[in-house]
Nanobody, 126 residues
Framework: QLQLAESGGGLVPPGGSLRLSCAAS????????MSWYRQAPGKERELVAA????????NYANSVKGRFTISRDNAKNTVYLQMKSLQPEDTAMYYC???????????????????WGQGTLVTVSS
């Protein structure tokens, strides 16, 4: 069974940091582009970061560039999202996803998410 399981969310004050993890099982992790999406209350789900199959290419939404870092460990079947300088507008449910066809450099088209995680909630508040 193809599964993704996120962890690491929580409540953090503005300016704080969190690291999200996403463990994969049931599929060949290194054959998928991995990405992180987020969805804030009342808003559409947005793509925030993606990483190529062997980690050599990454891309970020403008809203998180310079603050978030995506990485992966294919030996552990895990993708990470290190978040720093968090702001209240970063509050959202964060989802990891396994995509079979995304171009990391040009992610506006060609996405095909095959597996979603259940999400982990990040709340940035004082």
């Amino acid at each position: 069974q193809l599964q993704l399981a996120e962890s690491g969310g929580g409540l953090v004050p503005p300016g704080g940091s969190l690291r999200l993890s996403c463990a994969a099982s049931g599929f060949t992790f290194s054959t998928y582009v991995m990405s992180w999406y987020r969805q804030a209350p009342g808003k559409e789900r947005e793509l925030v970061a993606a990483i190529s199959r062997f980690g050599q290419t990454t891309n970020y939404a403008n809203s998180v560039k310079g603050r978030f870092t995506i990485s992966r460990d294919n030996a552990k079947n895990t993708v990470y999202l290190q978040m720093k300088s968090l702001q209240p507008e970063d509050t959202a449910m964060y989802y990891c996803a396994a995509d079979s066809s995304m171009s990391v450099r040009n992610w506006s088209t060609g996405r095909n998410v095959e597996v979603w995680g259940q999400g982990t909630l990040v709340t940035v508040s004082s």
